[in-house]
């Protein structure tokens, strides 16, 4: 197992600086209100393709040697890895192949079109993605971007807490969502480094709580295709991810599909900023154990910001 | 007529500093191609109360003497003006009397009950607003307080125009969406100071275009509850915003409301960012306007993000 380590980090930032944004930190008085806490909002919503995955995307692309950059690149992705690889392959010239489940929001999809990729569609499961995956890179020869389970992805991911604990002093925790874990794994990596005091959380909706579970018996426990508004978090942790989570996080909270609609309806309306579902995780987790963050100041990441506006979630039912 | 100077505006801008935030200026590659020029959003829809109003209401009620302050302060207002006028007066412990449309959106209705302001609701023509002003005005002894047409309001919103430019070198325009003109007064004011050289558009809804057709015919031309989706601009021009247009800006320009619509939900789409129809006006215009502003450096005032997200433009048709 190929364990990036915190040089891999400093190498990351400084290869993928060009093709990225150092997205700002942003605070709300409302929210802070609501929680009893000092927030600070690590805005990845506002990153380059609309999400903090153009950093481990990048990271991937841009170190590639020529002659396997020649062949391209490949993965699988529920959405926003997709389009990150898609963006940084445009960035360098060369061919992105995505294989994505035909039940991904009609906006990622069309936004991986937009920047190039090339879409092969699967069923919405870990197995019949895999399989499809499988097919496309026997075809292409091109080199395999996991979306998470991959040293140079979580070496980028890093950035982003590398960042955070740049601009803001004294954090006491930070907290991600987890799905398969490739933000978590890269905060852990920068923060054991940086600032080894600030205690890690993860949130994840209850209807996918795979990593909460995996953590309570300290062995990966997969689900295939559970059903959430929180369509980036469907995936379960790999065995790279795992050793990070299982070595530095705290705890992984869970939060209801009603209480995360509500998180990202309450950013939308009061700091005005459009956050996708997967994103409203940690604000519902805070929102709901209010006693273990009462009083202390928490980075928060909100990770994507790539929502299909013609399907919002409280518009749907 | 009692017109405001520069001095106003920097005594003003000391005057509110506690109470409003420097709001970020932020870019976007995406629609810089779409419109072929280099854009400048000044993020007012990221302002205390979710628009540039609590600007103008805040230097206005933080400038009363005790005597007067004690009174409390009342207005009319499409929205933003109102739960501005709320939050300033909340921040002071005064009173906020408010006459409001009861057309008027929703979210704007229970955010000014959410500062402590006490609505009372009238038709959605510009006469009955007046006339239950009158009535409110009279029982409460209150100062008043209007939303544009007023020289320590005009001052107040000019402190966006003097952060703008402290924040971005060389702008050869500014836009800003114009309904009653305030906020296009203040920049004229703040602009004829600080960087004479650079030119002022207003952006306005076709079915809503007083303002361009009074510039047209070189005087105010008023009319009575106009039908547009940027309902921050449904009010006429008055003697004091009259004087600003018509003697520092180059040209209004007018745009359809399925523009107005379209260029929203590429701002939330493409930044990220929540912002109200009447901010979307310029957006639209400057898309439809290429040639006027083709390879120039453009401020673009986001004057607001205060929206009913339970009813969507463009989920209503």
């Not at 398969?180 to 994840?204: D, F, N, R, W």
Request: aromatic share 6%; net charge negative; glycine share 8%.
């Amino acid at each position: 197992m190929d364990i990036p380590t915190y040089d891999d980090v400093a190498a990351a930032h400084e290869r993928i600086a060009p093709h990225i944004h150092r997205t700002p930190v942003m605070t709300s008085s409302c929210i802070d209100r609501l929680a009893g806490t000092a927030l600070f909002f690590k805005c990845e919503n506002l990153q380059k393709a609309g999400a903090f995955k153009v950093r481990g995307a990048s990271n991937a692309v841009f170190g590639l040697d020529d002659a396997r950059a020649g062949r391209g690149v490949a993965t699988h992705s529920s959405g926003n890895h997709a389009l990150s690889l898609s963006y940084a392959a445009g960035r360098r010239g060369i061919p992105c192949n995505v294989v994505m489940p035909h039940t991904a929001p009609e906006a990622k999809k069309s936004a991986v079109r937009g920047y190039g990729g090339i879409i092969t569609e699967c069923e919405p499961s870990t197995s019949s993605r895999e399989a499809t995956f499988a097919e496309v890179q026997a075809a292409t020869g091109a080199e395999f971007v996991h979306p998470y389970n991959d040293a140079r992805v979580i070496a980028g991911q890093a950035t982003c807490a590398r960042e955070l604990v740049a601009q803001i002093d004294g954090l006491d925790a930070v907290i991600a969502p987890i799905g398969g874990g490739g933000m978590v794994s890269g905060t852990c990596l920068a923060l054991s480094s940086l600032a080894p005091g600030t205690e890690i959380y993860a949130a994840e909706p209850e209807q996918a709580d795979d990593a909460c579970r995996s953590l309570r018996a300290g062995r990966i426990i997969a689900d295939d295709a559970p059903e959430t508004v929180a369509d980036g978090l469907k995936v379960p942790l790999k065995e790279l991810t795992w050793h990070f989570v299982a070595n530095h996080v705290t705890d992984i909270l869970t939060v209801s599909e009603r209480e995360i609609v509500d998180a990202m309806k309450l950013v939308w309306k009061r700091m005005k900023l459009v956050i996708e579902p997967s994103s409203a995780v940690t604000v519902a987790a805070i929102l709901k154990h209010r006693d273990t963050f009462a009083g202390r100041r928490v980075g928060v990441i909100l990770t994507g910001g790539n929502v299909d506006l013609d399907a919002l979630p409280w518009t749907q039912q």
